[in-house]
Every structure is written in C-alpha cells, then in structure tokens.
C-alpha cells in the first residue's frame, strides 16, 4: 500500500494547532442554531457540530477514536459541555442519522457506486502520462473534491490504484516488446551480461551518474559512449506513444532495481532497460553539446589572452617603429624648410638619400620590415587568426560529435547548418585551401554540388580570416572550420540550431502541442462567447463595449517638463538603457567578431 504521507488525502495531523482549531473547527452562529434544531440537548448538538466541522475539513467521515481529542475538547469548551465521541458512536442509528444530517447540510449524496466510477474515470485518463501511485491517487482526490463527493476510503483508492495502473503498465510493456525486433531484445539482453574479467556490466554505465567532460579525453569517451549505446537501437521508434514523465519513472526503476532485473517479466523488463537507455541518451546528448559550447568559449577566451601577451611581447618593437617614423617626419620637416628657403628648388634625390640613410642608421630595411610585419599582424583587436592554433587538438573530436548529432534548424535561415554540411565534407581534405564549391556524393551515389555562402552567416572580421586575395575562389580550411564551429555554439545556445534527440537543446516546436489537441482543449480553456448577428445590431453591441480611448494632454493642458508626465509613446526611450541605448541581452555568447 502507497503511504498515506505521500498524497495528498486528507488527515488529522499528530498535533493540531490552535490557528487551525480557530480556523477550521471553530462552528459559526448559524451552524449552532442548526445543530440545535436537529438534536434534543446540549451532548448531541457538540456531537453532531464536532461530526460537521471534521467533515468540512477532511471530506468524508472519519471514525470517532481518530478525531484528535484537542478538537472535541475545543469544541467543548465553545458550548460548555464534555464531548464524547466514542459513547455517541456507539448509538449507531444516532450517529448515522448525524451523517444524514451533515450530508443533507453539505448537499452531499452519498452514492458509493457513482464516486467510484468518477475516480475510476480520472485515474483512467491519469494513468497515459503518469505511473507513480501518489500522483495518481492525487489525481483522483482533486476530481472528487471538484465534483464535490464524499471521498471514499484511502484503502479503496490506493487499491483502484493498483489496479488500473497493473493493468495499463501490462498493455504497455507488450506493446513495448512488440515494436522490437529479436536482434533488438538481445542487444538490450546483452546489456545486463556482466563481464568476468572487469565485473561490470554495459548496464552498470547507463545508471552511472554524469561527471565532468572538460577533460578532452573524457570528452572524446562521452562521445563514443553516446555512438555506443545509438548503436543499440532506436528507443524512440520502440517508446512510441509513452509519456515522458512515464519513461522517467522507468529509468528510475531500472536504476534502483539493477539487481532485481533478472527476476522481472520479459515485457517489463526490456521496457525498463529501454526507458533508462533512452533517458541516457538524451542526458549525453545534452552533455556533449553543453561541453562543446564550453569548449569553443574557452577557445575564444584564450585566443584574447593570446592577443594580449602578443601585443605586450611587441611592446618594444612598436616603439622602435615610432621611434623611426619621428626621424622620418624630421627629415620630411627639414626638407620642406629648405625647400622654402632655396632659390634653386627641392632636391629629390638629396631627399631620398637622407632618408635611405636614416632607415639605415635605424637598423635597415630587412630589420624595420620584420618588425613591421610582427605588430601590424596583432596591432588591432581581432584574435579570430590565433583561434586555428588552440582548436587544433580538438579537431578530431570536434567532428566526431558532429558525425554523432543531427542538426535541424528552427528558423528559415539554415545557413550555419549548410555550413557544417561543408566542413564535414572537406572533412578529409589536407590542402591549405578549399574551394567554395565542392562536387559530392550522396547517399544514393550520384554527385552533386555543394557550396557554401560565407557572406550568409559569417562577420567581416572572419571573411578576412578566410578569404586570401591571392586564392580567389578558395577559402582558408583551418580557419573556415573554427569559425563555423564557432558560429554553431552560438547558435545552439540561442536556440536557432537544434539537436534532435536532445532535450535542453532541443526544437521547441516539437515540445508544443498540435492544432488538434489545442482545439479540443479551446472549448474548456476559453469557452466563446455569445455574440450577435453581424450588422447593426452587432456594432452597436461593439461599440459600447469597446473603452473609453486616452487622448494625451492639449497643447493647453500639456505638462511641463519639470512634471512627473512621462511620454510612452513610440519615440520615447521606453525599454532602453540609462543613456538611450537599448539593455545589453543578459545572455552571454562566444565573442564572433573582434
């Protein structure tokens, strides 16, 4: 039997309060002068306000040796008489006349056949999505009391209960082991084999909990973990039709009754392996999206630090620049001055003499183009060409996970998706360079054409990472596969790429409810109301109901500025910073642009 302490059926609790006392069996006026009319002395009207109280609080009648003795005796105490319950209930034709009484009151009929077909109906309905028998239970108790019957027994429920949900999980379970195939049973069979050698078996790694992936090695065994158990069989195709909250519950039950699976029925037990093998592959999924979101970050985070010690290391050879360009407009300042005093003109090659001379007292050609080369390679703000060195290492298990996921885009705009297409085809590809259309094959064998449109996703800074005006037509392979894997994180994180089979990251179209369901909900939700025929009569009935407009303030009567009137109109700063500005969006993402 499902402990009482679970649900939410009614009680008297060990210790009663003297707010609940106050709220809950203090009888009304009214009350009185009704138990009075129904009874012949003091003893029997406590009595009977004392069987009405406790029905008002619990919903059904309770027996007299389990009313908590501080409510007779406050009770007592409001009419001044000793409440004996257990005497009056001895007098049975008495105490049932009292429930008459108390039922009549409450306009309450008691028809046990009619309550038990309402809660049989409710529990019926819970049962598809729900399988735990507190909640179930509870599901019957919130009908009833809407209905306003007399709640039966706890026993009576718990053991409907019982039997509803015994003979739906058995439809169930079959239907589960009918979708398998035999190969897919023994895969799931297999699973619960203990190795001798390590004593462990697969099942022991799907109830195993989630540890931290932020290790590159334990990030590559989370992906070949999820490419091992996809391997098993489609748990979707098998769990067609159960609930979520359903699966959820039979993923705890394997993982609590491990050692007990071997005892269990064929149906139910490969239900059960299924459940948790299915709930497992959703929480990697949504693990390894999680670290690879991570992972680009930090790349992105170290290729700023990056940028700053490079400019820190070059410190010196930016001032050595500047310290060569001040002799330069020297030189240029005492060559315009003698141009404006000679009579003979400027003298160009007496110029440039000067000048090869101080680049050569500076250190030479060779040394200040060095130099040139160093800064101008880090002097603005865009790290995106250090990126390549720090994802280098995880390259291999970067297109590994996207060999493992299925993408799907939630908007029109599937570019970063036809993007990540691209790169997994130049995949194999060592050259430096990649064309910006490749040739193909498909599933099918025949070739095709795919080609990818920078311009559709990525930001000027990448574009001239990745595009070489020496390579026209061709794209920078190294560089190309940072910057979509970058601009992929981003967008899981917003939302505009899913993952199918995920559930954080996944579409939330598919989470909504379909147009049939809403529609046979719309009655109930928001039922329409009467409206008259079009015409006249339906404008006047509109009309009236329609409010009173806000006119802003005349020219007259319009405030001053120093006034408290504030406009909200379309100009005014509405929904923007301190400054006018619009707020920066509290999510945070990789940085995609210097």
């Not at 091992?228 to 195709?237: I, Q, S």
């Not at 865009?382 to 590994?400: K, T």
């Not at 080609?451 to 990745?466: C, H, P």
């Amino acid at each position: 039997m499902t402990s009482v302490d679970r649900t939410a059926y009614p009680r008297f609790t060990a210790a009663v309060s003297e707010r609940q006392l106050a709220e809950s069996f203090t009888p009304t006026e009214d009350e009185k002068d009704w138990a009075g009319a129904k009874t012949r002395d003091e003893a029997g009207r406590a009595v009977l306000l004392t069987v009405l109280k406790c029905y008002q609080r619990l919903g059904y009648f309770t027996r007299a040796e389990e009313v908590p003795a501080a409510v007779t005796g406050h009770v007592g105490a409001l009419l001044g008489v000793t409440i004996d319950l257990a005497g009056a209930s001895r007098a049975a034709r008495t105490w049932w006349r009292y429930r008459d009484y108390v039922r009549v009151r409450m306009g309450v009929v008691y028809d046990a056949k009619r309550v038990r077909r309402m809660a049989a109906g409710a529990l019926e309905a819970a049962v598809v999505t729900k399988d735990h028998p507190a909640d179930l239970i509870n599901v019957a108790l919130e009908e009833l009391l809407r209905a306003g019957c007399e709640l039966p027994g706890y026993s009576t429920l718990d053991s409907m209960v019982a039997r509803i949900r015994a003979r739906y999980n058995t439809t169930l379970f079959a239907g589960v082991q009918e979708r398998m195939a035999s190969g897919d049973r023994l895969r799931l069979e297999r699973l619960l084999l203990v190795d001798p050698v390590s004593r462990r078996s697969e099942f022991e790694t799907l109830k195993a909990p989630a540890g931290s992936a932020m290790k590159l090695g334990k990030f590559k065994d989370r992906i070949e973990l999820l490419r091992r158990l996809d391997a098993v069989g489609e748990t979707g195709t098998w769990l067609g039709g159960v609930s979520a909250q359903r699966i959820s519950h039979f993923a705890g039950q394997a993982r609590a009754l491990v050692d007990e699976l071997s005892r269990t029925g064929e149906p139910k037990r490969l239900t059960l392996i299924a459940c948790l093998l299915h709930e497992t592959r959703i929480r990697l999924r949504d693990e390894t999206v999680e670290m690879f979101c991570k992972r680009m970050a930090l790349v992105h985070k170290k290729g700023r630090e990056r940028l700053e010690e490079l400019k820190l290391a070059h410190r010196a050879e930016s001032e050595y620049l500047l310290d060569v360009f001040g002799e330069v407009l020297s030189l240029a300042h005492e060559v315009s001055g003698n141009e404006e005093t000679s009579e003979g003109g400027f003298d160009a090659a007496a110029a440039g003499q000067k000048l090869l001379e101080t680049l050569q007292a500076a250190g030479g050609l060779k040394r200040l183009t060095a130099a040139h080369e160093a800064v101008s390679a880090h002097h603005g703000r865009n790290y995106l060409p250090l990126l390549e060195s720090f994802c280098r290492a995880h390259r291999a298990a970067l297109f590994e996970l996207l060999e493992a996921l299925v993408l799907e885009a939630t908007s029109a705009d599937a570019s970063v998706v036809n993007a990540v297409n691209f790169i997994r085809a130049c995949r194999k590809r060592t050259g430096e360079y990649v064309p910006e259309t490749l040739t193909v094959a498909g599933e099918d064998g025949t070739l095709r054409k795919l080609a990818l449109d920078l311009d559709s996703f990525a930001t000027e800074a990448w574009k001239k990472v990745i595009r070489d005006k020496k390579h026209p037509g061709k794209l920078a392979r190294r560089h190309l596969e940072v910057c979509v894997f970058s601009f992929l994180a981003a967008e899981l994180r917003s939302g505009d790429i899913a993952v199918v089979g995920a559930d954080s990251y996944a579409g939330l179209h598919r989470q909504m409810m379909t147009w049939q369901q809403c529609r046979d909900l719309a009655e109930d939700f928001a039922p329409r109301p009467a409206s008259p025929q079009p015409g006249a009569g339906w404008s006047s009935t509109s009309r009236r109901s329609w409010p009173t407009p806000h006119r802003p303030p005349t020219p007259d009567t319009r405030p001053t500025p120093t006034s408290s009137w504030k406009a909200t109109g379309p100009c005014s700063n509405a929904g923007k910073g301190p400054t006018g500005g619009h707020r920066p969006s509290p999510w945070k993402q990789p940085s995609m642009s210097a």
